[in-house]
């Protein structure tokens, strides 16, 4: 089975590159919910979406208070119970009931009620889920570095703040159109009215993609381009209208599922279609990812072993040294990554450990070599990245004697092949 899958993967991420038409195209297409698939398949994305549907549970009831207040002001806040609904919606019978808790617990908040400690509380919930939702976008951009703290405050506010008056707006609009002469008169059309209707019924899975879309261009901290974002977003709700059916139709039809649980069930599927949507919202941004950094595809976040971290090594050098001798101005890290096929994950820590041993340096002009290439010797290349140094902190392991004794002959047979020997006169007899 593991041979098998070896060559679909390599046939799908790598022949498929030089394909014609009409199966290249295709498989250059498969890739990206093949590789969106081996990923979901993985523990990160679904351990992820599970803590923010546990994280929603807490910060639901504080969040939707807070737009409420705001949403009173403007005019529009008895459209938030439909907008429960059509979000409980694929949980079946249950909807409308749980819509009207929700809005019944809103209702009760009241701050001489709960107390500043509870009012504490419920703020840190809402905090907590927008930072967690942070982190997993992050994670899977692989950004290491997070907003800061005042900026992270600053701009959760204004998501809070600036999402109700957007949607006041949206619900305006619509409602404005709907009830015009000029629609009134379309509605009393046959065809207009099937045309109406149609629309109708396509507009919340529209409002969907323009929300995902919105979320995975702000979300992380990095700049997202428009058409990775827009693909990420319309793949999300594709699949968010998709899994929405079959769940309304296994809820409706599992009969068995409410007698077992009994009330019970309702906490049990609302829990469930939470955190089938979080995962949806991650796999689009996971797909949104790919769109804006192909050369991902074929690792994902699999990290080199050691014979490849070394095969990869003598390559980036070679390359730079090449580059020198010919009076190039350097790499880029998208340009070695696309060369040796590699996504960032991998070739990040594999530059640090070059660079960190004067090998080569990197900046905003690309990768160069850090000193001349007769004065590099390729036995630093290899001790530089024989251990992995940006990851500090591995166990040790104490071998028995004959193990040990093979290792260092086997480590010094690979120090007489590459002794005296610099960059330069490789490059040169290659």
Not at 10 to 23: D, K, Q
Not at 63 to 77: D, E, N, P
Not at 253 to 263: H, K, Q, R
Not at 388 to 417: I, K, M, W
Request: proline letters at 6%; aromatic letters at 8%.
């Amino acid at each position: 089975m593991a041979p098998l899958l070896k060559r679909i993967e390599h046939g799908l991420f790598v022949r498929s590159r030089t394909l014609p038409p009409p199966w290249g195209p295709v498989l250059r297409a498969l890739r990206f919910p093949a590789a969106v698939a081996r990923d979901w398949l993985g523990t990160e994305l679904n351990v992820r979406a599970m803590s923010l549907a546990y994280s929603t549970l807490l910060s639901i009831v504080p969040l939707i208070a807070f737009s409420i207040a705001i949403l009173k002001g403007l005019g529009a806040h008895p459209n938030v119970a439909a907008f429960l609904y059509e979000f409980f919606r694929p949980i079946g019978r249950a909807a409308p009931e749980l819509a009207r808790h929700v809005m019944r617990f809103v209702g009760n908040l009241r701050g001489d009620v709960l107390g500043t400690i509870g009012l504490a509380f419920l703020t840190i919930a809402v905090v907590s889920t927008m930072h967690k939702v942070e982190a997993s976008f992050n994670a899977i951009w692989r950004i290491t570095k997070p907003r800061g703290a005042l900026r992270r405050l600053a701009e959760y506010l204004g998501v809070v703040i600036v999402s109700p008056v957007l949607l006041a707006a949206a619900l305006g609009l619509l409602a404005a159109a709907h009830d015009s002469p000029f629609a009134r008169g379309l509605h009393a059309l046959l065809p207009m009215q099937w045309t109406f209707s149609l629309v109708g019924k396509t507009v919340p899975y529209v409002v969907v993609m323009v929300v995902f879309t919105t979320m995975y261009v702000l979300i992380p901290n990095t700049r997202v381009k428009p058409v990775a974002a827009i693909a990420g977003g319309v793949g999300a709700g594709v699949l968010w209208a998709l899994i929405g059916r079959i769940y309304t139709a296994f809820i409706v039809g599992s009969s068995g599922i409410v007698a077992i649980y009994t009330s019970f069930a309702v906490v049990l599927t609302t829990l469930i279609w939470l955190y089938l949507s979080w995962l949806i919202l991650l796999v689009g941004a996971q797909l949104a990812f790919y769109v804006q950094n192909p050369q991902y595809l074929r690792a994902g976040r699999r990290v080199l072993a050691a014979g490849a971290r070394e095969r990869a090594a003598f390559s980036i050098m070679y390359c730079l040294g090449r580059d020198h001798r010919d009076g190039g101005s350097g790499w880029s890290p998208a340009r070695l990554a696309d060369t040796l096929d590699l996504g960032g994950a991998a070739l990040d820590p594999l530059l640090a450990d070059l660079e960190r041993a004067g090998l080569l340096m990197a900046g905003d002009g690309g990768v160069r070599l850090g000193r001349d290439p007769r004065a590099i010797q390729l036995v630093e290349v290899l001790e530089a990245v024989r251990e992995p140094r940006s990851t500090p902190g591995g166990a040790a392991v104490r071998a028995v004697a004959p193990a040990e004794a093979l290792t260092r002959a086997v480590e010094r047979a690979a120090s007489d092949v590459l002794a005296n020997r610099n960059l330069a006169e490789w490059i040169a007899s290659s």
